[in-house]
């Protein structure tokens, strides 16, 4: 069988089984989210914060709730770094140093997980599980809470409230990502990943030699890591090492647990706004952007053009041989489709368009499917400027599921898409302007370049997959991509969740005969030429003088 037709098998298989899933997840969600009952679990957290479950919140004490917990969980995620040595389960490793601790508390508490670090050789169990593995499931029920939040103010009608942020954040993690944690962690288990405390193993690195490793929790973090809720891994090369991603199958299956969430959510969002059709339009978007991403990416790394690939007759190069170039291409797609940010191969070593592919992936604003709730708040929002563009046309009041698409809610749709490129572009002009950042490159010339973009890109997306070909365990990189990443969640965050209350607040607007159908094939081209357009005019130049130069050449 040849890799194309192996790719294209593996590639399909992963479209019938999400399709399989995504009605029954997706209204299993629809129930967390809409129930009125709390279990007695969740009664004993509310009691322990202090939280009253039942009292509903406008947008801003939504906001406040969920800024006050993201500040307090960096702070006891960098304390216990900082504190490492003197804590049990330190396993003897030093106190992490003051501006990895900064960029490591940032990147798990914005569901980044950027690692600019070796997870097995600078963290102890308690860190470990304390701290990083406890932020990978509360900051990405974060962002289901504040996705949930915004179609709440899509569906309510004259209303104040947009929810309760600590209920959406209890429920979104016991009933929804420690369930299928608990049950991945099982499979990937009995598919040969380890799941132990402690011990000491030799295992070969990918170079051919050898190092002494402790062990951990390597399946659990694994499935952690897979949700989308997890960018980092326990051992350094990732879902490469085969304690991390044993077999064909099991890559298979964490790049299944990748899309699970995002792909189900859709159905959610249609399942609360009274509108199935609404839900599928959305997943159409998705579905066509992630369709043709994931195909490009294949045929660009099958092609093997570049000067090294083409010598070797093949794009293998930073690619573990047991998944071949389709399972390493489809998986570098879905990650950075997503804001998993974990790799089973080394982007900085793709084909000059095949690593253009994961970049542009991010630049969509990983809106297909997107992050754990945050792809589709991201795609609403264009959803949102779609409908505004379509209005200037015929000259109407633009219109999205009854609500008017005012002045207020246009700009703070806009305001949201420019935070990400803004941070982007500007952490690299600023890098590339001095000669001192310029040195953490790997790579001189365009591909250098490719690698400081693809990590201000990766920061400011909350994506976590780095080009590997760049240094940035230096204080001036952790700190520059940790504000990036700060700013990158929590001011586009702010701006979903101020529009879900201005649009809680309207009153219903009746359908005529000028109203814009969003839920047809139209609305749906519609919104991916959005989307393409809109990324391409921004980000165009950059990777012109990155990939494209680099692929070109």
């Known amino acids: 069988m040849s890799p194309a037709v192996a790719g294209a098998i593996f590639i399909v298989s992963l479209i019938v089984a999400l399709a399989l899933v995504h009605k029954p997840l997706g209204d299993y969600m629809h129930r967390v989210y809409t129930g009125v009952r709390h279990t007695a679990v969740e009664r004993g957290v509310y009691r322990l914060l202090g939280v009253r479950a039942d009292a509903e919140q406008s947008w801003g004490v939504y906001a406040r709730g969920l800024l006050a917990f993201s500040v307090i969980s960096i702070l006891v995620v960098y304390a216990l770094q900082r504190l490492q040595d003197k804590l049990p389960l330190s396993l003897g490793l030093a106190p992490v140093t003051d501006h990895i601790a900064w960029n490591t508390a940032i990147s798990f508490v914005t569901n980044t997980n950027w690692q600019a670090y070796s997870g097995e050789s600078t963290m102890g169990h308690l860190t470990q599980m304390a701290a990083l593995a406890v932020q990978n499931f509360v900051s990405a029920s974060v962002g289901m809470a504040v996705a949930i939040a915004l179609v709440r103010g899509f569906a309510r ?179 950075t489709l997503t804001s998993t940010g974990a790799v089973n191969s080394f982007h900085d070593s793709y084909t000059p368009f095949g690593g253009m592919m994961t970049m542009l992936n991010m630049m969509l604003g990983e809106v297909a499917p997107g992050g754990v709730g945050a792809g589709l708040y991201g795609m609403l929002i264009l959803a949102v400027i779609t409908v505004f563009v379509a209005g200037l046309m015929v000259g109407r009041t633009p219109e999205y599921l009854g609500k008017k698409i005012g002045a207020r809610e246009i700009k703070l749709a806009s305001l949201y898409f420019l935070v990400t490129p803004m941070l982007v572009l500007v952490g690299t002009a600023v890098a590339m302007g001095s000669p001192e950042r310029r040195a953490s490159m790997l790579n001189a010339g365009p591909h250098g370049l490719s690698e400081i973009l693809y990590a201000f890109t990766s920061a400011s997306n909350n994506n976590g997959s780095a080009f590997a070909g760049l240094t940035v365990n230096t204080p001036w990189y952790d700190v520059a991509l940790g504000l990036c990443m700060a700013f990158g969640r929590f001011l586009p965050i702010i701006l979903v969740l101020a529009l879900a209350g201005s649009l809680a607040r309207q009153s219903p607007v009746p359908e005529g005969a000028g109203t814009l159908p969003t839920h047809r094939p139209q609305f749906v081209g519609m919104v991916v030429g959005v989307t393409v357009i809109l990324v391409a005019l921004t980000f165009l130049p950059a990777l012109a003088l990155g990939p494209i130069a680099e692929g070109l050449s």
């Open 157 to 335: 009608r004259r209303s104040e409230t947009i929810g309760n942020f600590w209920v959406d954040l209890v429920r979104g993690t016991i009933r929804i990502l420690l369930p299928i944690a608990f049950v991945g962690a099982l499979v990937l288990v009995a598919g040969g990943l380890i799941q132990n405390f402690s011990g000491l193993h030799e295992v070969t690195t990918l170079t051919g030699g050898t190092q002494s490793i402790t062990g951990g929790p390597v399946a659990s973090q694994e499935v952690i890591k897979e949700l989308g809720t997890n960018g980092g891994g326990f051992y350094n090369a990732n879902s490469a090492h085969p304690f991390e991603n044993a077999a064909t199958w099991t890559n298979w299956f964490e790049i299944f647990l990748i899309l699970l969430i995002p792909f189900a959510l859709p159905r959610t969002f249609g399942r609360m706004v009274g509108q199935v059709r609404q839900g599928y339009a959305i997943l159409a978007v998705m579905a066509t952007l992630a369709l043709a991403s994931v195909v490009l990416t294949n045929v660009f790394e099958l092609a093997g053009d570049a000067t090294v690939p083409q010598a070797a007759g093949a794009a293998m190069e930073g690619k573990e041989v047991r998944f071949g170039i389709p399972s390493s291409a489809t998986f570098g797609a879905a990650t």
